[in-house]
Every structure is written in C-alpha cells, then in structure tokens.
C-alpha cells in the first residue's frame, strides 16, 4: 500500500493523498463490466482509469508499466483494508 501525494493524484482523488494498492495481474479480477472505463492520460504519460458512470478513481497506470501489476485506488474496495502503509510518495 501506498499514499501518494503528488498534485496529480491529489487532484484525481479530490483529497491530500491517493491510497492505492498493488497486486499481480493473475489476482486481480474487475467485478462488473470495464466498458464503463475511461482513461486519463497524464502530462506524464500515466494512465488514471475511473468510471465513466460515477467518477470514482478506479487503476492507476504508470508510464513504464510491465503488464505484470496492477495498482488500484483502495477507496474502492468493500472490505476492510488489511494491509499496512509501506511508503509515502511525495513528489
């Protein structure tokens, strides 16, 4: 788990920081349909995925991305969150 503070991710999550998590591709399954996907490329060619419909911050996508994680915004998950901080970015 991470918060990052950079002006890009606070603004994409209207807050002082984005709290996202990373898993490997094979442990991550979308629960509805993704065609209410939408992209916003950033100035520095990161991708930032939300849905069309409510607006919420969905995947965030850097620009030198393998395929193998992928890293999504904790705010959307249902559960508890039962992992622990491992770094603040503060760019």
Known sequence: MAHCHCSMCR???GA????LGEVKVDDFRWMNEKSHLKTFLGVNA????????CGA????????DNGKLVEFCLGTLDTEILVRLDVHVLL
């Open 11 to 13: 603004k994409f999550h």
């Open 16 to 19: 002082a920081f984005a709290k």
């Open 46 to 53: 990161t991708h930032r995925k939300f849905c069309e419909n």
């Open 57 to 64: 911050s969905l995947i965030f996508v850097l620009s030198n």
